[in-house]
């Protein structure tokens, strides 16, 4: 079982990133695919109460790889942290199936109280180099984050936000948007 996760997750970074050349690579080179192992073990913990020896693991991960991700978050399968630096996921963070995500992306709170307070991704999302998603917002499968994007709202299905704030892109789908859908400005 975790030796088939293992291979389903060289395969996935083997087909979202051209530069990677064999399995070999990117088992052993790749520090966004380490982090999502080290947090595979460390949420196992997190899960069973070992809370301290979790947050201890995701901190060690975080030394070696550059990638922090709170044990606590909810990661589906086939997730693909490319190039991995400075890459932050909060502890009530949720990402979906098949999402990809770039170097500097923070999935970061918007308030103290002990809530749901980070984003979630549904599957098949994308979000580019430094974009800030930052709140309890959804992010709709297929939707994607453009490069340094602020997100502070929700983002329908199959929609490309770009921007700070983020908007909808033209040509991208946002023309079939209803208009109730869109964040208010």
């Given at each position: 079982?975790?030796l088939d996760h293992i291979r389903e997750d060289v395969r996935t970074a083997l087909a979202k990133?051209?530069?990677?050349?064999?399995?070999?690579?990117?088992?052993?080179?790749?520090?966004?695919?380490?982090?999502?192992?080290?947090?595979?073990?460390?949420?196992?913990?997190?899960?069973?109460?070992?809370?301290?020896?979790?947050?201890?693991?995701?901190?060690?991960?975080?030394?070696?790889?550059?990638?922090?991700?709170?044990?606590?978050?909810?990661i589906g399968r086939r997730l693909f942290i490319d190039h991995g630096a400075a890459v932050v996921?909060?502890?009530?963070?949720?990402?979906?199936?098949?999402?990809?995500?770039?170097?500097?992306?923070?999935?970061?709170?918007?308030?103290?109280?002990?809530?749901?307070?980070?984003?979630?991704?549904?599957?098949?999302?994308?979000?580019?180099?430094?974009?800030?998603?930052?709140?309890?917002?959804?992010?709709?499968?297929?939707?994607?984050?453009?490069?340094?994007?602020?997100?502070?709202?929700?983002?329908?299905?199959?929609?490309?936000?770009?921007?700070?704030?983020?908007?909808?892109?033209?040509?991208?789908?946002?023309?079939?948007?209803?208009?109730?859908?869109?964040?208010?400005?």
């Amino acid at each position: 079982m975790v030796l088939d996760h293992i291979r389903e997750d060289v395969r996935t970074a083997l087909a979202k990133d051209p530069a990677a050349t064999s399995a070999v690579t990117v088992a052993l080179l790749y520090p966004g695919l380490h982090a999502v192992w080290g947090y595979r073990i460390a949420h196992a913990l997190w899960e069973r109460g070992h809370t301290f020896v979790a947050r201890l693991l995701s901190q060690v991960v975080r030394f070696l790889t550059g990638v922090e991700i709170h044990p606590a978050a909810d990661i589906g399968r086939r997730l693909f942290i490319d190039h991995g630096a400075a890459v932050v996921v909060g502890e009530t963070a949720d990402i979906g199936d098949d999402v990809l995500m770039y170097h500097g992306v923070t999935l970061g709170g918007d308030t103290m109280r002990r809530e749901k307070r980070h984003p979630t991704l549904e599957d098949g999302v994308s979000v580019g180099a430094n974009a800030t998603l930052l709140g309890d917002i959804t992010i709709g499968e297929n939707a994607t984050v453009g490069a340094g994007s602020v997100v502070v709202q929700d983002v329908p299905p199959e929609i490309t936000v770009a921007g700070s704030p983020a908007e909808p892109v033209t040509g991208t789908g946002a023309d079939r948007l209803d208009p109730s859908e869109c964040p208010a400005e």
